[in-house]
């Protein structure tokens, strides 16, 4: 399963934008797809996850009132609204995918084992 994100670029500090990540592949084998982002010189850090059958939801406190995770079921496509964007959110974001029975911890990046290749957001004040 190959996953590719799109939607990053340049917005200004209160700005919006929607990153979409879209799985290809010929079954589709998550059980949860996540957002996470990282800086330069900073660890990767979770920002957003979606459970693929019920849709439930989990955010980083940085994020979690100015950010919607949603999913496309039938497309198999992950998006990230975010709004009222600041600086340090400034970021590559990558979107993963974890299996059932990686375990619990969905804001660990260990529980994750697809990848996209990320997108970059720039945020200019």
């Known amino acids: 399963v190959y996953l590719l994100e799109s939607g990053g670029g340049l917005v200004q500090t209160g700005g919006s934008l929607r990153l979409s990540c879209a799985a290809s592949g010929r079954d589709f084998p998550f059980s949860n797809m996540a957002w996470f982002r990282q800086a330069p010189g900073k660890e990767r850090e979770f920002v957003a996850d979606?459970?693929?059958?019920?849709?439930?939801?989990c955010y980083a406190d940085s994020v979690k009132d100015r950010c919607t995770i949603s999913r496309d079921y039938f497309k198999n496509t992950v998006f990230l609204h975010m709004r009222s964007l600041k600086v340090e959110d400034a970021a590559v974001y990558y979107c993963a995918g974890k299996v059932p029975g990686a375990g619990s911890t969905n804001y660990q990046a260990a529980t994750y084992s697809s990848w996209g290749q990320g997108t970059e957001v720039t945020v200019s004040s």
């Open positions: 979606i459970s693929w059958s019920g849709g439930s939801t």
